[in-house]
């Protein structure tokens, strides 16, 4: 079982940045390939960014060139640097965890999930 935490959203102008967190429990982080969702009102939830155990990592057309995704094992932690923020980067962005392997770029295959943190970008 991994409990998900997310943390660092917030309201930024447009052209801004920010960092969210997502800490988790358990001894076995470094095995889980982890992923970025986000869900925009009235929206599906979308696949936005993933990093697998070995640290190979993939994004979105919507957000590459602008959004890093990164692990800390030591810290059991995995973050989603943004950059360059549009205001249809808005949403509520959840972390994601699960040992299954694949490309990893559906919600279909991460079997924990985190609260949601709100990002909201305005013009």
């Known amino acids: 079982q991994v409990q998900l935490v997310e943390s660092g959203g917030g309201l930024v102008q447009a052209g801004g940045s920010l960092r969210l967190s997502c800490a988790a429990s358990g001894r076995t982080f470094s095995s889980y390939g982890m992923g970025w969702f986000r869900q925009a009102p009235g929206k599906e939830r979308e696949f936005v960014a993933r990093i697998r155990s070995g640290g190979s990592t993939h994004y979105a057309d919507s957000v590459k060139g602008r959004f890093t995704v990164s692990r800390d094992n030591a810290k059991n932690t995995v973050y989603l640097q943004m950059n360059g923020l549009k205001p249809e980067d808005t949403a509520s962005y959840y972390c994601?965890?699960?040992?299954?392997?694949?490309?990893?770029?559906?919600?279909?295959?991460?079997?924990?999930w985190g609260q949601g943190s709100q990002v909201t970008v305005s013009s």
């Open positions: 994601a965890a699960t040992l299954r392997t694949g490309s990893l770029l559906t919600r279909e295959v991460y079997d924990y």
